[in-house]
């Protein structure tokens, strides 16, 4: 099988399914390697075979390395013109029909508008503008950064020790997973990460079932433009604040729509004409469920639940159970994660846990865990080369990456995608009037990369990075980081004691705005509301850290009331441990 990241290699597991079904060897194989044996066309037939998935993984192997996130401009722009020209014309449609019913449905594009701008300057704008003046009158409370409080050979080693298997056999899990951002993809490989180390006992197969749904026959945004959703929310990441704003909202009610139309509109129109009509997804979910059996459903996507239930429903294994595991701070904010009371909820939040029972789902179906679920890296000292040892020196380590020591360093990352904010961030910083080392970590946007490579930064160093798995070892050289307001980064930072300035504008994602709450009203770092005030922060933040570079500081979270887990002690994140017993728990 494919990795998240598209590389073929080792499979999770050798323990095979069913002895028809090719080997789990020849499944992970060399497609790359060699001319095709006759099992090679052996497997392909069972991945293309419309019986089964119609599944193209050569396909899905490029897209996940380089289509997801390099999407074509002139495609994104033509479905999101084409979407507002079919806005426009039901307008236009009810304009006509108030011509006969005289009911004001002319007007509705006029309640729309006042309705869409008093959203952008009440909720958004003018919270943005305040929360972040606060944020730079209070200033910090900064102590010397604390060293782990959760190690990760600790906690495996206790895992392994006291963690007991009341089940028998190897399990079989499916993990439904989604490239929009990579918050998604880390969470996964984080949690694959360490069940592979404690040796659980279970199959684990990864579905690309956000690309499935957006690639399958019916899919019109497809089918017409040969653009994915992922492809257009990933687009707008890489194009700055507004159109990444834009995209998200677009791309999240296009979902809405589409898949309750597919499941339950055209469901409607079958059993009308009693006939099995529609329900395109629920179809091929029913298929990868008879195909894998699993015993157990991670499911690390949004908005999906709808289809995952009725493909259960026709395959008769509704009994088998849906874990969401929720990357984001909030469960029925701007994504839709809860979506229905059978599901068990994966939450790292208070207020996502408090959402799904008011939503309905049983209090033994909703486990808040301590935090967001981090990958194992950001429990461990940072190895950046070939020459660290325990006794080498954080100046030593900068030194090696063409950094000065006898300034602070600032960790620039806006996500895996990359966007082009980061060079306007940059060179903010090097507008500041103390000198800084500046990491940029640039993602997949290889055009990113080659410009902060290429530009003039005069006075100051700085070290720019591609995609790499190596974040915590950066963030942990850094004195601060300056990012967008992503629930895993800032739970990163929070769990390795960096202060951060993060983003808080208008145009924030609206997923993104309760995570810029939780930093700045924790006091886990400064805000900006403009790039043009980063310069500012910036200095701020190294009068509080003083002028001896040989201290790095984090933050003293303030006191809060009525919290729990990461919104009590953003240090004490140890939710990644707590997953192995929660699956345990689920599985028997």
Same mark, same amino acid.
């Given at each position: 099988?494919?990795?998240?990241?598209?590389?073929?290699?080792?499979?999770?597991?050798?323990?095979?399914?069913?002895?028809?079904?090719?080997?789990?060897?020849?499944?992970?194989?060399?497609?790359?390697?060699?001319?095709?044996?006759?099992?090679?066309?052996?497997?392909?037939?069972?991945?293309?075979?419309?019986?089964?998935?119609?599944f193209d993984y050569a396909q899905h192997a490029h897209y996940i390395k380089y289509a997801c996130t390099h999407p074509s401009s002139v495609r994104?722009?033509?479905?999101?013109?084409?979407?507002?020209?079919?806005?426009?014309?039901?307008?236009?449609?009810?304009?006509?029909?108030?011509?006969?019913?005289h009911i004001g449905l002319r007007y509705s594009p006029l309640v729309a508008l006042f309705l869409v701008v008093g959203h952008i300057v009440k909720?958004?704008?003018?919270?943005?503008?305040?929360?972040?003046?606060?944020?730079?009158?209070?200033?910090?409370?900064?102590?010397?950064?604390?060293?782990?409080?959760?190690?990760?050979?600790?906690?495996?080693?206790?895992?392994?020790?006291?963690?007991?298997?009341?089940?028998?056999?190897?399990?079989?899990?499916?993990?439904?997973?989604?490239?929009?951002?990579?918050?998604?993809?880390?969470?996964?490989?984080?949690?694959?990460?360490?069940?592979?180390?404690?040796?659980?006992?279970?199959?684990?197969?990864?579905?690309?079932?956000?690309?499935?749904?957006?690639?399958?026959?019916?899919?019109?945004?497809?089918?017409?433009?040969?653009?994915?959703?992922?492809?257009?929310?990933?687009?707008?990441?890489?194009?700055?604040?507004?159109?990444?704003?834009?995209?998200?909202?677009?791309?999240?009610?296009?979902?809405?729509?589409?898949?309750?139309?597919?499941?339950?509109?055209?469901?409607?129109?079958?059993?009308?004409?009693?006939?099995?009509?529609?329900?395109?997804?629920?179809?091929?979910?029913?298929?990868?469920?008879?195909?894998?059996?699993?015993?157990?459903?991670?499911?690390?996507?949004?908005?999906?639940?709808?289809?995952?239930?009725?493909?259960?429903?026709?395959?008769?294994?509704?009994?088998?159970?849906?874990?969401?595991?929720?990357?984001?701070?909030?469960?029925?904010?701007?994504?839709?994660?809860?979506?229905?009371?059978?599901?068990?909820?994966?939450?790292?939040?208070?207020?996502?846990?408090?959402?799904?029972?008011?939503?309905?789902?049983?209090?033994?179906?909703?486990?808040?865990?301590?935090?967001?679920?981090?990958?194992?890296?950001?429990?461990?000292?940072?190895?950046?080369?070939?020459?660290?040892?325990?006794?080498?020196?954080?100046?030593?380590?900068?030194?090696?990456?063409?950094?000065?020591?006898?300034?602070?360093?600032?960790?620039?990352?806006?996500?895996?995608?990359?966007?082009?904010?980061?060079?306007?961030?940059?060179?903010?910083?090097?507008?500041?009037?103390?000198?800084?080392?500046?990491?940029?970590?640039?993602?997949?946007?290889?055009? /990113?990369? *080659?410009? $902060?490579?290429?530009?003039? &930064?005069?006075?100051? !160093?700085? +070290?720019?990075? @591609? %995609?790499?798995?190596?974040?915590?070892?950066?963030?942990?050289?850094?004195?601060?980081?300056?990012?967008?307001?992503?629930?895993?980064?800032?739970?990163?930072?929070?769990?390795?004691?960096?202060?951060?300035?993060?983003?808080?504008?208008?145009?924030? /994602?609206? *997923?993104? $705005?309760?995570?810029?709450? &939780?930093?700045?009203? !924790?006091? +886990?770092?400064? @805000? %900006?509301?403009?790039?043009?005030?980063?310069?500012?922060?910036?200095?701020?933040?190294?009068?509080?850290?003083?002028?001896?570079?040989?201290?790095?500081?984090?933050?003293?979270?303030?006191?809060?009331?009525?919290?729990?887990?990461?919104?009590?002690?953003?240090?004490?994140?140890?939710?990644?441990?707590?997953?192995?017993?929660?699956?345990?728990?689920?599985?028997?």
């Open positions: 099988w494919t990795g998240a990241d598209g590389t073929w290699g080792t499979p999770h597991s050798s323990y095979p399914v069913d002895p028809d079904r090719p080997s789990e060897d020849t499944l992970a194989g060399s497609l790359y390697d060699g001319e095709p044996t006759e099992e090679d066309d052996r497997r392909e037939a069972w991945f293309t075979d419309p019986g089964y998935f119609n994104a722009i033509i479905v999101i013109s084409s979407g507002l020209t079919l806005l426009g014309l039901v307008f236009f449609l009810l304009s006509k029909l108030d011509d006969k019913l909720d958004l704008f003018l919270l943005s503008l305040w929360g972040t003046y606060k944020s730079s009158r209070r200033g910090l409370d900064l102590v010397e950064r604390q060293g782990f409080k959760i190690r990760r050979d600790e906690q495996v080693e206790q895992l392994k020790k006291n963690l007991e298997f009341r089940f028998e056999g190897r399990k079989v899990i499916v993990a439904l997973s989604g490239n929009g951002g990579g918050g998604h993809e880390a969470t996964q490989r984080g949690m694959l990460e360490l069940l592979e180390e404690i040796e659980f006992p279970c199959v684990f197969y990864d579905c690309a079932l956000a690309w499935m749904i957006d690639t399958n026959s019916n899919n019109p945004m497809y089918t017409f433009f040969g653009i994915t959703g992922e492809q257009l929310y990933n687009w707008g990441l890489r194009h700055g604040a507004f159109v990444a704003w834009f995209t998200s909202n677009f791309c999240h009610w296009g979902q809405f729509f589409g898949l309750n139309i597919d499941v339950h509109l055209a469901g409607l129109v079958g059993n009308l004409l009693g006939v099995d009509y529609g329900d395109v997804c629920g179809r091929m979910c029913a298929r990868i469920w008879e195909y894998y059996q699993p015993d157990l459903i991670l499911d690390y996507t949004q908005g999906t639940g709808t289809v995952i239930y009725a493909g259960l429903k026709r395959a008769n294994m509704l009994h088998v159970p849906v874990v969401k595991v929720v990357s984001d701070f909030e469960g029925r904010g701007a994504h839709r994660w809860i979506e229905d009371v059978r599901q068990y909820i994966l939450c790292g939040t208070s207020k996502c846990r408090k959402e799904s029972l008011d939503f309905g789902v049983p209090p033994h179906q909703v486990v808040q865990t301590s935090g967001m679920i981090l990958r194992p890296g950001f429990y461990e000292q940072p190895q950046l080369s070939q020459k660290n040892t325990p006794a080498q020196t954080r100046g030593e380590r900068l030194r090696e990456l063409g950094l000065d020591p006898t300034v602070r360093t600032a960790l620039v990352c806006w996500g895996g995608v990359g966007s082009a904010k980061v060079m306007d961030v940059g060179k903010s910083i090097a507008r500041s009037k103390i000198r800084v080392n500046i990491i940029f970590l640039c993602g997949r946007n290889q055009d /990113l990369l *080659q410009s $902060v490579q290429s530009n003039d &930064w005069g006075r100051i !160093r700085v +070290l720019a990075m @591609g %995609f790499t798995q190596d974040v915590s070892n950066y963030m942990q050289l850094s004195d601060f980081v300056v990012c967008k307001p992503g629930p895993g980064i800032c739970s990163e930072a929070a769990v390795l004691h960096v202060p951060m300035i993060v983003e808080w504008s208008t145009f924030t /994602l609206p *997923q993104e $705005v309760p995570v810029s709450r &939780w930093v700045i009203e !924790r006091g +886990l770092g400064l @805000g %900006f509301h403009s790039v043009q005030q980063i310069k500012a922060r910036v200095e701020q933040m190294c009068e509080l850290m003083g002028s001896d570079m040989s201290k790095v500081y984090g933050p003293t979270p303030f006191p809060g009331e009525g919290l729990e887990g990461v919104d009590r002690y953003p240090l004490a994140n140890r939710a990644l441990f707590e997953v192995p017993g929660i699956l345990e728990r689920v599985l028997s």
